[in-house]
């Protein structure tokens, strides 16, 4: 069949070969012992005819096979296009035919990842969207307490109260982002929802320090402690207006109110907190295992803030149980660089993850390095990305985290699984300082598609780095394949030692490596491109 045409034109000598074909395998009832002599017995064609007329039988054979592509061909056209005629019909088929039971988790499983935006306007709640699609879907949806979960401010008292009575355990909504005026404003609509002991999720954003008093004043006013089902606490400050007196406060702080009224909430199951640009002195979370701190420019300047680190060093000495922490930098810079040779001991952490953007002050890293102490940190992930607007210095950062701190070199001698990634480019990076900082790795990973990679041969022979590698993940990082990582198999292979090494996991790569690898590591390499 022609590649620029619809028409289906098959010799008829082919279609009859064809024809010949399917009537013997229809005989058979559609099995045959011998596949390779199927279609020489059906056509009559033996090896021992005269030559011209084996040429004869090549020929009816090569129509035949040319006969089948092309009706598959046609085939797959007609499947195409009945797909695009039946596409919506069959969707809703589909969808209506699935058991309200399935369809119920399909609710439940949207309504568990939905959020609400900071700063965006009213919206019709997705459950109410879902109970006008039918009645079978309102029916459905009447019944499954997950989508009406999420209870917002600005939901009138008539819905709020309908999700009072459908959900016996909110997430609730605390989002003034506009100039907030009053503290009744916030009592009177928590004064409509369950009592806090019965709320499982917390998320509050406002601007600026006197609306964070606000908020939670507000909130206070109808709330008692403990809160004894919540398991996840966001805060997010928007900041303060460029060119207010609050500017010139670092925007993580709290006014003393905030703070006495965070001092006395209690979160006793607790185990996911966020907090966006504010450090309460302390949480009583006894139970906390995950943390987010993220630390954002305010607005659309590039301007570098100032961040109260002595506040957050108190904060992270009130949460012993913590197991993993990330941290986000965005133009970051440090207001107190010193805090004296005491650090904050995180018995519990094992997971840490470091993302550092735009301006940031290498300062900010080596006084967080400073300030902690990790003595089973078991994973470490390290991100950076900037614009060359930004000058981004990965360099320095680097080195701020591993070269040294106040008690000389700085090691991370529990580190078993580490990450680097990069989305900016520059000449090298520190890897000798890098790698000796982590002597225990087995499983590393590193995406650096703007430098070129380690010297990983020098490191592990010369420097006796990476003594305990097991497993290496690559993503886009130039020829650090064919320059670095091929030539360090070869040798522990030629040394005996491969054995010990058990996958490499290679996204995007030549055909040429892939080929060399897969001769030294067999089953051992997984290749994605």
Avoid at 159 to 164: D, E, G, N, P, T
Avoid at 176 to 184: G, M, S
Avoid at 408 to 435: C, D, N, W
């Amino acid at each position: 069949m022609p590649k620029d045409s619809n028409t289906l034109r098959i010799g008829i000598p082919a279609l009859d070969s064809l024809l010949v074909g399917l009537k013997c395998l229809r005989e058979e009832s559609g099995q045959c012992l011998d596949a390779a002599s199927f279609w020489l017995n059906c056509l009559g064609i033996s090896a021992e005819d005269s030559v011209h007329d084996v040429q004869k039988g090549f020929a009816h054979l090569k129509e035949a096979r040319k006969a089948l592509d092309m009706l598959a061909e046609s085939i797959d056209l007609s499947v195409r296009r009945l797909s695009q005629l039946t596409e919506t019909a069959m969707l809703s088929s589909g969808i209506a035919n699935l058991p309200d039971e399935l369809l119920a988790r399909i609710f439940e499983i949207y309504a568990e990842n939905h959020q609400i935006s900071m700063g965006t306007e009213y919206h019709k709640p997705s459950s109410m969207v879902l109970a006008s699609v039918c009645q079978r879907f309102r029916n459905i949806t009447l019944h499954v307490p997950a989508l009406w979960e999420i209870v917002s401010h600005d939901y009138c008292s008539e819905h709020v109260l309908m999700r009072k009575e459908r959900c016996p355990n909110p997430r609730v909504y605390v989002h003034y982002i506009d100039e907030l005026e009053e503290v009744e404003l916030v009592s009177e609509y928590i004064e409509e929802l369950h009592p806090n002991d019965k709320w499982k999720e917390l998320d509050i954003c406002y601007s600026g320090l006197k609306g964070g008093q606000l908020v939670l004043e507000g909130i206070s006013e109808n709330v008692q402690s403990p809160f004894e089902a919540l398991k996840s606490l966001s805060i997010f400050n928007l900041g303060n207006e460029i060119g207010t007196e609050e500017e010139i406060l670092p925007p993580t702080q709290l006014t003393e109110v905030s703070h006495q009224i965070l001092d006395t909430w209690s979160f006793p199951v607790l185990t996911s907190l966020t907090l966006t640009n504010v450090i309460p002195r302390r949480l009583l979370s006894p139970n906390l295992k995950s943390m987010s701190l993220n630390f954002q420019t305010i607005g659309d300047d590039q301007i570098s803030y100032n961040w109260d680190f002595a506040s957050l060093k108190d904060l992270l000495g009130s949460l012993a149980t913590l197991s993993s922490l990330y941290i986000s930098f965005f133009a970051a810079d440090v207001l107190t660089p010193d805090f004296g040779s005491r650090r904050v001991v995180l018995p519990n952490l094992s997971a840490l993850s470091i993302d550092v953007h735009g301006q940031t002050n290498p300062q900010v890293l080596s006084t967080l390095m400073n300030a902690i102490d990790m003595p089973i940190l078991a994973k470490f992930e390290i991100g950076m990305s900037g614009s060359a607007e930004d000058q981004p210095e990965p360099d320095a950062w680097l080195r701020a985290l591993f070269d040294t701190s106040i008690q000389g070199a700085r090691t991370f001698p529990t580190v078993q699984e580490f990450h680097i990634r990069s989305e900016i480019e520059g000449p090298k990076l520190p890897y000798t300082a890098m790698f000796g900082a982590l002597p225990s790795i087995q499983k590393l990973s590193m995406s650096l598609p703007g430098f070129s990679g380690p010297k990983l041969k020098q490191l592990v022979f010369r420097k006796k780095s990476l003594q305990n590698l097991r497993k290496l993940h690559i993503r886009d990082c130039n020829s650090l394949l064919s320059h670095s990582i091929i030539p360090l198999l070869q040798d522990l292979k030629e040394r005996g030692d491969l054995g010990d090494f058990e996958l490499l996991e290679v996204e995007t790569g030549s055909k040429e490596d892939k080929d060399v690898c897969e001769i030294l590591l067999g089953e051992r390499l997984l290749w994605k491109q």
